[in-house]
């Protein structure tokens, strides 16, 4: 593959890791969002876009070698503005992506999407475990994307590798962290196998650091190369200290969407 990868969403946490990340393991960055890039690197090329723009977006696709698709509203919101970042916002960069015979599209997937699948009592849930059950609208949007991807790569022939990403942060902010964090060096190292895989043709991943406490299998991301470096046990000690050992009757330690199931986040209440 040659030419730089398009990053969309690449202001944005996942994004600002990878903007550092990827040029360091020799991927050239076009970095693509809705808000001016602060402080473009060497050699970065930097666009202003809305990822809804099918236009601006096929230009912007022209010519990458891939293309990782993070942009959207990463949270719940109401189903106007979640579903038009996030599932006319996919279908944009995939339908780019045909048009401009980009062969590969990692898609920005979520936990959400499956948030309400009770916690295994033990053993690990592997993608086949965690069907479609969101938690939210934001979840159901992942789940949209992910069928978009499916759909693009059986009609198309693209290369669609969707990452089920946990809580990618710096460190673990929450106990139930301590089992979804993804940190930013294994997010980079996730990114990069999902770019570098062989022929993946469509495949869904769990996007986790390999966590002592992690309830998603790795296999699969694996499979695709992937090998997470760091594990969120090494924050246990103070998080336990500071907030108690995670109970599994409650409700947000009971789901794997954590708080995202609570009704604190029905989407009547972020309604005008
Ligand atoms: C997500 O999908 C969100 O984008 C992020 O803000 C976190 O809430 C994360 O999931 C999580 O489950 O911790």
Redesign the pocket.
């Known amino acids: 593959m040659s030419g730089p990868v398009l990053v969309t969403g690449a202001a944005g946490r996942v994004g600002t890791v990878l903007r550092e990340g990827l040029p360091e393991r020799g991927w050239p960055v076009r970095s693509l969002d809705v808000v001016e890039l602060p402080e473009p690197r060497p050699g970065e090329e930097t666009l202003v876009a809305d990822v809804t723009d099918l236009g601006a977006l096929t230009a912007a696709t022209a010519g990458a070698a891939a293309v990782v698709h993070l942009a959207g509203v990463?949270?719940e919101s109401t189903w106007a503005a979640v579903s038009s970042a996030n599932i006319q916002g996919t279908w944009t960069v995939l339908e780019a992506a045909r048009r401009t015979g980009v062969g590969r599209v990692v898609l920005a997937s979520?936990?959400?999407a499956t948030g309400f699948t009770r916690r295994p009592a033990s053993g690990p849930l592997g993608e086949h475990d965690g069907p479609a059950r969101p938690d939210t609208f934001y979840g159901v949007t992942k789940v949209a994307g992910e069928a978009l991807g499916s759909l693009y790569a059986d009609r198309y022939g693209l290369d669609v590798v969707c990452l089920r990403?946990?809580?990618q942060a710096p460190e673990p902010p929450t106990t139930r962290?301590l089992a979804?964090w993804l940190s930013p060096r294994d997010t980079v190292a996730l990114v990069d196998a999902a770019l570098r895989a062989p022929s993946p043709g469509f495949r869904v991943v769990w996007g986790t650091s390999a966590n002592t406490r992690g309830w998603w299998d790795l296999a699969a991301a694996r499979e695709l190369g992937y090998q997470p470096q760091d594990d969120a046990e090494q924050f246990a000690a103070a998080l336990v200290a500071a907030h108690g050992e995670p109970d599994p009757a409650d409700p947000v330690h009971a789901r794997v969407g954590?708080e995202?199931t609570l009704p604190a986040y029905d989407a009547e209440e972020e309604a005008p």
Do not use: C, K, L
């Open positions: 990463s949270g979520s936990n959400h990403i946990g809580t962290a979804t954590g995202f």
